[in-house]
């Protein structure tokens, strides 16, 4: 775990945010969660979802109770004062307001360099993912955590086709 000065990392924060708010309560269902994340950067993270819970156990962020039925799984809830540190890493607005990793805005500039075809045809692709990936989040249905953040990642892919559509009637 980062520092008591930094807070918690962002892996951290959501894994807390899994256990507390989502009610995944075991480290297999907190991984889950990760692998079935739409975001490739989260679903990328489910390796270090276990190394994470150990490090919040030994903090004191989360408490872990051997399961019943001779299974090494322990049930893991958030304790007080991890929910304090929660509140806390969910409420710093420097971090919040971060723009954080974006795969999309790290590639903007670069399609911007490239010759007038290839360029198109990125953009078009990369819309038509877009549109993929809207079709698919608008079809699920989630607890009310996990709905917040689909709407605002809608909202941003909805945004990044705006950028694109203007991109590609440069080209025209």
Known sequence: MTS??????ELEGAVLSEIHH????????VQRAFQRSPSVEWSGSAGA????????????LIAATPMAGGRKAQALEVTSAGIAALTAWACDPMRAAGVGLDPFRLRSGIWRTMPDAARRMALEAVA?????????????DTDPVERTRD??????QRTRLDWIAEELASLA
């Open 4 to 9: 008591s000065i930094a807070g918690l990392t």
């Open 128 to 140: 038509a993912e877009i549109r993929r990936d809207l079709a698919r989040e608008g079809a699920v």
């Open 49 to 60: 979802v276990y190394p994470a819970i150990r490090r919040l156990i030994g903090a004191g």
């Open 22 to 29: 989502r009610a995944n309560r075991t480290a297999f269902q």
């Open 151 to 156: 709407e605002l990642a809608m909202r941003l």
